[in-house]
């Protein structure tokens, strides 16, 4: 167990959810400080705050047994181990679902058609409890990577993996037969650490929060004059209605709002010729309601 002052943070140290993550933590203003490459713990601008850089398979037992506090990884990769940890929040990244595919050509309609075969699968854990409430019997074959080669290889007769773009299953001529859970990045927990660094914790989920509100959202900044607001307030959106304010000695106001990036292309043409100018777009790093 870390102590008592310190939040010890578990993250990838590599793998497709690692960038992601190292951008959440910028932006959340958790600035780590590494000081070499390839190094497995690291400080962070937080002095209560450290890191521990560890594959996102072993995550969850890292903070069930309590070596980290908290840590971030795909529900996938609790539910493989089975740890017995808080899912805490949804970082809304790292989208995937782990499927049961079977070649084209296969006859199998249903998991029930698999009894007695064979499936190849970086996910055993999630495999016996699944086929089990299925009642099938089947045998597993436990692969470390590129599952999809096992039935064109005749090494399985089915698989269960991650699929997110569904292009490594099309491409090796796999057809989905069940979903069997879909899986986000989310931030986990300790259970004791909850209870006795709650604050912390608390205060850390709300910087990662106000990154997730702040995504694909930016801030319009305009002045118009009086006689044009009307024009220009029906335009904007916003999150609960621009901000007006009077510019000192000028017939003018200057208009704030927060809009959605994908709506500023179109919306900036519309407020030129409703009037607008100096209109400014900038990014939104963290929003906290
Ligand atoms: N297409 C995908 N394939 C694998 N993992 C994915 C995919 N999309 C999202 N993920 C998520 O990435 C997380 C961690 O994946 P992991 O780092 O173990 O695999 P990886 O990034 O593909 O690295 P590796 O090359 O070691 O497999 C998992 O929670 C998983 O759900
Ligand atoms: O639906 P797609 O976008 O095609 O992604 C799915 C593929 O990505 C993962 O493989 P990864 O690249 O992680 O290699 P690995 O199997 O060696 O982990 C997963 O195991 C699938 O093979
Ligand atoms: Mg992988």
Redesign the pocket.
């Known amino acids: 167990m870390s102590s008592s002052s310190k939040i010890r943070l578990a993250i ?1 140290n ?5 960038e992601p993550i190292n951008d959440l933590m910028d932006r959340s203003g958790i600035h780590i400080q590494m000081s070499a490459s390839r190094q497995l713990i690291a400080k962070t601008v937080d002095p209560q705050i450290e890191v521990l850089f560890v ?3 072993d995550i969850p037992e890292y903070v069930a047994k309590g070596v980290a506090d908290i840590g971030i ?5 609790v539910a493989e181990r089975g740890s017995d940890v808080s899912v805490m929040l949804d970082l809304k990244f ?3 679902r782990l499927v049961l595919a079977v070649p084209e050509k296969s006859p199998v309609q249903s998991v029930e058609d698999l009894s007695g075969l064979r499936i190849a699968t970086e996910f055993p854990g999630i495999c016996r409890r699944y086929f089990a409430d299925a009642g099938v019997d089947v045998t597993l074959i436990e692969v470390s ?1 590129a599952c999809e080669a096992a039935p064109q290889l005749g090494v399985a007769d089915a698989i269960v993996d ?4 569904g292009t ?1 299953l099309e491409i090796n001529k796999l057809r989905i037969v069940d979903e069997i859970i879909s ?1 986000t ?1 989310n931030v986990i927990a300790n259970h004791e650490s909850l209870a006795t660094k709650h604050e912390k914790i608390e205060e850390i989920l709300l910087a990662f929060e106000s990154v997730i509100a702040a995504k694909g959202q930016c801030y319009l900044m305009l002045n118009v004059d009086k006689s044009r607001l009307d024009d220009v307030r029906s335009l904007i959106p916003g999150l609960g209605g621009p901000t007006i304010m009077d510019i000192a000695g000028s017939g003018a106001v200057a208009v704030h709002a927060v809009v959605p990036h994908v709506r500023v292309y179109q919306l900036i043409n519309q407020l030129k010729h409703a009037g607008a100018r100096d209109v400014l777009v900038l990014d939104i790093t963290r929003m906290v309601r």
């Not at 590599?14 to 690692?18: D, L, P, S, V, Y």
């Not at 990884?73 to 990769?77: R, S």
């Not at 991650?162 to 773009?165: D, Q, W």
């Open positions: 990838p590599k793998g497709r959810i690692a594959r996102p398979i990884t795909g529900v996938d990769m790292g989208s995937a990577g991650l699929t997110s773009s490594t899986s990045t």
